[in-house]
């Protein structure tokens, strides 16, 4: 298995644009979930799906950030329009149903916002 | 969003040493994971906990399950260069219908040769 695969693996844009970070989980996984994580804040979890469907989405932080699923082996996580603050390294991970099962992280995205 | 307490928050040790880390939290956890995270990568998991008091070996790597289930601790001995990286716990809650996991601040370890 190739793991989550995650893209771009760096991604620079200008204040404003539109951004959109993609996600491969590793097949068979029911649970994805996007983190982002920044020096001052750690891993935040931002949204987390479960058999395609959004069960949490508290930790999105503004209307600027969206997430998809539109079937089981893919979700995008965009930002519209981003903003310097935006800038973090954003990470998929999916999961297994059930207790004891960890996560399995993709490489991540590191997002700089100029 | 709820993170739990890491300590310490970093730690600069020489190779050969032992390091000792923990993590601490208001809520009760089912499972106790602790996971590595190299440089530029995703974090990785180390070690698993099913149950209160539990004590699990993975090499050179050693986690308990605290008898509360509101703590664990990882012991890493005679540490070598490629520890290096920031080590996360993370508390597991699961209902059945979901599975949902919490991460502790992160240790940074440095070793010196």
């Known amino acids: 298995d190739a793991g989550v695969i995650q893209s771009p693996r760096h991604e620079v844009t200008e204040m404003g644009q539109e951004v959109t970070l993609r996600c491969k989980p590793i097949s068979g996984h029911d649970y994805l979930f996007w983190y982002r994580q920044t020096m001052m804040r750690g891993l935040e979890l931002l949204i987390y799906?479960?058999?395609?469907?959004?069960?949490?989405d508290s930790g999105m932080p503004e209307d600027r950030f969206s997430a998809k699923m539109p079937n089981a082996s893919f979700s995008t996580l965009k930002i519209q329009p981003s903003e310097p603050r935006d800038s973090a390294v954003y990470f998929c991970a999916s999961s297994l149903l059930g207790q004891g099962h960890g996560y399995t992280f993709g490489s991540g995205t590191r997002l700089t916002v100029v | 969003g709820q993170q739990l307490n890491q300590s310490p928050q970093s730690m600069f040790i020489q190779e050969g040493e032992d390091v000792s880390m923990n993590c601490t939290s208001s809520?009760?956890?089912?499972?106790w994971l602790w996971y590595k995270q190299d440089p530029g990568e995703g974090p990785v998991l180390l070690i698993a906990l099913y149950k209160a008091g539990e004590l699990t070996s993975n090499g050179r790597l050693t986690a308990q399950f605290g008898i509360t289930r509101k703590d664990s601790f990882l012991n890493i001995s005679a540490s070598i260069p490629s520890d290096v990286g920031i080590y996360f716990c993370a508390g597991q809650t699961y209902t059945g219908t979901a599975s949902k996991l919490t991460f502790g601040t992160g240790t940074r370890l440095q070793v010196t040769l």
């Open positions: 809520s009760i956890f089912n499972t």
């Open positions: 799906f479960n058999n395609n469907v959004p069960i949490d």
